[in-house]
């Protein structure tokens, strides 16, 4: 997260691993699908692990977790608690990823954007709107 790995190419490999500051991973067409798969993975982990501590700060729970690949949201939460995050996150400064996970966990008290709801975020992210906007300008930079 807001760090650039090396990549390494590696015939005969079909996973991404990661090795300190360096990813391997298949040589040719195979690489960018392991990659998202990689970064998939990663999310899952990451973003599991951010939620479950925001939900305890902010006393609430959500239903379930999913890690998509969203062409048009960084993540959404359901009237029933079904959160969902864009894997792409993943390549984005960590900051970011926090104000997107509070963002979604303030929606289980407040399904809306209301000035009630953004009161929450500023009180669990206060500078949010920083990250909100950096995501503006540069979320569409957020590509393998």
């Not at 990813?23 to 990451?46: D, H, I, N, Q, S």
């Not at 902010?58 to 894997?87: E, P, V």
């Amino acid at each position: 997260m807001g760090r650039s790995l090396a990549l390494v190419r590696q015939a005969g490999r079909t996973h991404v691993h990661r090795r300190g500051e360096l990813l391997l991973v298949p040589a040719g067409a195979a690489a960018l699908p392991a990659l998202e798969r990689f970064y998939r993975r990663c999310a899952r982990v990451e973003i599991a692990a951010r939620l479950d501590r925001a939900c305890r700060v902010a006393g609430s729970s959500y239903s379930s977790l999913a890690i998509r690949n969203q062409r048009t949201r960084w993540a959404s939460c359901s009237a029933k608690g079904a959160m969902s995050f864009n894997w792409r996150l993943l390549l984005g400064p960590e900051p970011v990823l926090d104000y997107v996970v509070w963002h979604e966990v303030c929606h289980l008290h407040f399904l809306d954007h209301s000035p009630r709801f953004w009161a929450l975020v500023a009180r669990f992210c206060p500078d949010h709107r920083e990250h909100a906007r950096w995501l503006r300008r540069h979320g569409a930079t957020l590509v393998l």
